[in-house]
């Protein structure tokens, strides 16, 4: 098959990358690290930001548009802030082009701006600023914007939808009266994200907390979802940050409480990004391609017909018309393949390479049975069934497969989170058998920084309701009152 | 009334500006020329876009995403593109900032890019460099494309929503084997955009196809509409262009056809943008504030409960929850304000500046006989009626105001539209009651800039099915065979 991808066993970074071209996901650009998103790939990005939107708002958001400007002197606001994002940025520096005496073009050096504008890396300080205009009193809050955007962050080692120098995404900033408030958001929005996850990416994640070092610049706390990819590797799905007062201090956005007296604002902001597309794709995937959980997939069911003769066409395509509509009656997304230039087995291989979670075959003898093949993505297991009651056997059918995408991921995580007391065991475990390690940590940045400068492991997070339990830091031997989770991460 | 704006008839730019500003539609951002849309100026937006959407689906096309940054050679390839556009764009030199020994933030100079990145103004050439990729043999063809984006074009003189710096868009990039399939393509999202603008925007607009002075530049030709605000200027709300084969020549871009022979591709681009939300504003609202159709209202209804004491409030709200939920059932968005910190007269002007097309106030002595006060927008008119059979009636009301806007519009356009035969009447007719002007022209482009420089109105469009008519050019008096549509413009 001129389509097949290497195995994910033999290399799973080519495998991914390979899967993301031939599934026509994706492609890279000639600007460097930004990708093209293919109509494919983007109508997996506009179900899922249809159903998060829908969440969004169900919770009070609303949402707004900032630019993509920022002046370059808003990232000194904030102390942290800048510290850790204000590096690598794409920077506007002149706003005019112009054709030189060769009839090139090149840029007009007369049009240079005063202060350079930077391409937003995330939105807290435009917004901020903003928000100094919005809020006098606490009859202002709270505010629950959220924004669908495009962001820039000019990264050396790309990868698609995993790492893109441009990336789409949504950034929530919310601003509140009070620290119980912001915090209550911050779970909130966390809450949605894992709810997103695990029942429509079908992914088991994980909910926790950063440790200090691994925090967003800028926050007091930092919350997130991690999940497990096939190789063992962890992929932050997810964050929600807790902002403190440190952005309204910045940008001097203060309030008027019921009693008049002023104080900073708190905040919030939150984002998930095209990463998902990345995770879906290295959680569920095989060696024959996409495997979509039903929820997400651009088309659920694909209808090829089996035929020698036009007039076998007609017959199938008459039945077809019917079953197409009983399914679209359900909600459920029909794509009848009836392209005479391609074989069976060609539209087979590539309805599997894209994902289609079931595929319903109907030949000649299947009419003159009453019966259609049918094969699921996931397992790739097919199996003849009735005509009759045929739309609501897909339908359940289909819930079955999302149900079973999960429960897959989510065994496959189980047993690949370890607990390890030592730090030979972790080293050992880290290079043999990737995957979550929960282990004993002495609760230091210094311990930690050097785990991950040892081991390139770090620590994904610090789970919620975690068990507290006394033991010794698998590296330093120090007291710890807790286990963490580590990981080598995307 | 501390919202009061000043009257349109007094100073048609400021009630505008002021408008847009106190209807929480938008506000202007520390980045010159770039807009912040507010949540309820960006709920306008997110309407429109799922009814364009939707349509742009229905005519089978996808949705997909490009790079925003566009590497500077490419604007050089198409020559007449670059003409028209590659002079005021906002261009990245630099991808890393630093702290100096200042502590101050600066742009790292050893991080300069070899080749200037600009923020496309618009995704021609970006996009046909990636069609290039894509296309192979006409089985590749028609590729059916769409982006929903920001673009930046560095605007000089900017206004809110109508010339930005920084706006959101759609386009549409199409590619064809033929001629005849593109133009048709053209022809089809010209009617897409009419469709949108009379039966959503409730925005009466004339097809056309520009002069070629007034082409999209690497435009073979240009259609439009255009749109007659309440100032008598003319506005043009959406354009559609056929490419010919200019950026498949400029990209190399061919394909094979049936009989295996090598030809370029035919190629569209059509878009919209917020202007839309600037069109929408100045075509309806008045010295009370906006004039939103239903049908692209965030907010259909409101309710506002009239009452002296919580126990009448309690029993009015016992009412309204049916209501509501009544006119939810119908698909109608119903807001009940039942804030106790404004009074019945503040809300009352708050949602006639939003303009929300339905008001209902409901007192007590409207409980004890069964009734409701009911407002409309656009004619500012109250009636009493039943509350049996309430949501029906608003649900008629809603779909009447709809109608009523637009055959305002309607009136207003054909009251402004006036043939004229000689140039003194035309320049009189301009600064005395500006509005459309139909009249012949000898076709040339001296003429057209002349009448321009000399009057500043422009040939707006020659409308579709334009009726053949032998006349003399106002200017010239040289023969003309049609007249054209002139006016001032936005």
Redesign the interface.
Same mark, same amino acid.
């Given at each position: 098959m001129s389509k097949g991808i290497i195995s994910k066993d033999e290399d799973y970074s080519q495998w991914f990358n390979e899967l993301v071209i031939k599934a026509d996901m994706a492609?890279y650009?000639?600007?460097r690290g930004?990708? +093209? +998103?293919?109509?494919y790939g983007?109508?997996i990005? *506009?179900k899922m930001q249809a159903v998060l939107d829908k969440m969004f708002k169900d919770t009070g958001h609303?949402?707004?548009? &900032? /630019? =993509? =400007? +920022? /002046?370059? $002197?808003f &990232? $000194?606001k904030e102390a942290s802030h !800048?510290e850790g994002f204000? %590096?690598?940025?794409?920077? !506007?520096?002149?706003?005019?082009? %112009?054709n030189d005496e060769n009839g090139?073009?090149v !840029?007009d050096e007369e049009a240079k701006l005063e202060e *350079? =504008? +930077?391409?937003r890396p995330t939105s807290e300080t435009?917004i901020w600023?903003?928000y100094k205009?919005w809020i006098q009193s606490y009859?202002d809050l709270p505010i629950l914007?959220n924004q669908w955007?495009?962001v820039?962050r000019?990264e050396m080692r790309t990868r698609m939808f995993l790492r893109t120098s *441009?990336f =789409?995404w949504q950034e929530g900033h919310t601003a509140h009266a009070t620290a119980e408030e912001a915090v209550a958001e911050t779970e909130q929005m966390l809450d949605v994200y894992a709810d997103f996850a695990e029942n429509w990416l079908a992914l088991p994640v994980v909910r926790g907390r950063k440790t200090p070092n691994e925090r967003f610049a800028g926050a007091l706390d930092t919350y997130c979802i991690e999940a497990l990819m096939q190789d063992g590797k962890a992929l932050q799905a997810g964050t929600s940050h807790f902002l403190g007062q440190n952005f309204a201090k910045a940008f001097d956005v203060k309030f008027a409480n019921k009693e008049g007296k002023l104080d900073y604002v708190w905040a919030t902001s939150w984002g998930v990004s095209t990463r998902l597309i990345g995770a879906l794709i290295m959680a569920h995937s095989d060696d024959a391609g996409l495997v979509l959980p039903p929820k997400l997939a651009p088309i659920q069911v694909v209808i090829v017909p089996i035929y020698k003769h036009d007039k076998e066409l007609e017959n199938i395509r008459a039945y077809v018309k019917g079953l197409s509509a009983e399914l679209k009656g359900k909600g459920i997304s029909v794509k009848f393949d009836d392209r005479d230039?391609q074989r069976p087995g060609f539209k087979f291989a590539e309805y599997e390479l894209k994902g289609v979670p079931v595929r319903v075959a109907i030949g000649s003898r299947d009419m003159q049975n009453g019966t259609v093949e049918l094969a699921r993505r996931d397992t790739k297991t097919k199996e003849t069934v009735q005509q009759e009651g045929l739309a609501a056997h897909i339908e359940a059918l289909l819930e079955e497969i999302q149900t079973n995408i999960y429960a897959k991921a989510h065994s496959f995580r189980e047993e690949n989170t370890v607990e390890v007391d030592t730090y030979d065991e972790f080293k050992r475990l880290l290079d043999e058998k990737p995957g979550f390690i929960s282990a004993h940590w002495d609760g230091t940045p210094e311990t930690e920084q050097r785990i991950k400068e040892e081991t390139k492991a770090t620590i994904r997070c610090i789970p919620l309701n975690n068990p507290q339990q006394e033991g010794k830091c698998i590296l330093t031997g120090k007291p710890s009152t807790q286990r963490v989770l580590f990981a080598r991460a995307y």
């Amino acid at each position: 098959m001129s389509k097949g991808i290497i195995s994910k066993d033999e290399d799973y970074s080519q495998w991914f990358n390979e899967l993301v071209i031939k599934a026509d996901m994706a492609e890279y650009s000639p600007v460097r690290g930004c990708m +093209i +998103i293919k109509p494919y790939g983007y109508s997996i990005w *506009e179900k899922m930001q249809a159903v998060l939107d829908k969440m969004f708002k169900d919770t009070g958001h609303s949402n707004a548009y &900032f /630019p =993509l =400007l +920022i /002046p370059k $002197s808003f &990232f $000194s606001k904030e102390a942290s802030h !800048v510290e850790g994002f204000a %590096k690598e940025c794409a920077v !506007v520096t002149h706003y005019r082009l %112009k054709n030189d005496e060769n009839g090139q073009i090149v !840029v007009d050096e007369e049009a240079k701006l005063e202060e *350079e =504008l +930077i391409i937003r890396p995330t939105s807290e300080t435009i917004i901020w600023n903003t928000y100094k205009g919005w809020i006098q009193s606490y009859r202002d809050l709270p505010i629950l914007v959220n924004q669908w955007a495009n962001v820039m962050r000019w990264e050396m080692r790309t990868r698609m939808f995993l790492r893109t120098s *441009e990336f =789409l995404w949504q950034e929530g900033h919310t601003a509140h009266a009070t620290a119980e408030e912001a915090v209550a958001e911050t779970e909130q929005m966390l809450d949605v994200y894992a709810d997103f996850a695990e029942n429509w990416l079908a992914l088991p994640v994980v909910r926790g907390r950063k440790t200090p070092n691994e925090r967003f610049a800028g926050a007091l706390d930092t919350y997130c979802i991690e999940a497990l990819m096939q190789d063992g590797k962890a992929l932050q799905a997810g964050t929600s940050h807790f902002l403190g007062q440190n952005f309204a201090k910045a940008f001097d956005v203060k309030f008027a409480n019921k009693e008049g007296k002023l104080d900073y604002v708190w905040a919030t902001s939150w984002g998930v990004s095209t990463r998902l597309i990345g995770a879906l794709i290295m959680a569920h995937s095989d060696d024959a391609g996409l495997v979509l959980p039903p929820k997400l997939a651009p088309i659920q069911v694909v209808i090829v017909p089996i035929y020698k003769h036009d007039k076998e066409l007609e017959n199938i395509r008459a039945y077809v018309k019917g079953l197409s509509a009983e399914l679209k009656g359900k909600g459920i997304s029909v794509k009848f393949d009836d392209r005479d230039t391609q074989r069976p087995g060609f539209k087979f291989a590539e309805y599997e390479l894209k994902g289609v979670p079931v595929r319903v075959a109907i030949g000649s003898r299947d009419m003159q049975n009453g019966t259609v093949e049918l094969a699921r993505r996931d397992t790739k297991t097919k199996e003849t069934v009735q005509q009759e009651g045929l739309a609501a056997h897909i339908e359940a059918l289909l819930e079955e497969i999302q149900t079973n995408i999960y429960a897959k991921a989510h065994s496959f995580r189980e047993e690949n989170t370890v607990e390890v007391d030592t730090y030979d065991e972790f080293k050992r475990l880290l290079d043999e058998k990737p995957g979550f390690i929960s282990a004993h940590w002495d609760g230091t940045p210094e311990t930690e920084q050097r785990i991950k400068e040892e081991t390139k492991a770090t620590i994904r997070c610090i789970p919620l309701n975690n068990p507290q339990q006394e033991g010794k830091c698998i590296l330093t031997g120090k007291p710890s009152t807790q286990r963490v989770l580590f990981a080598r991460a995307y």
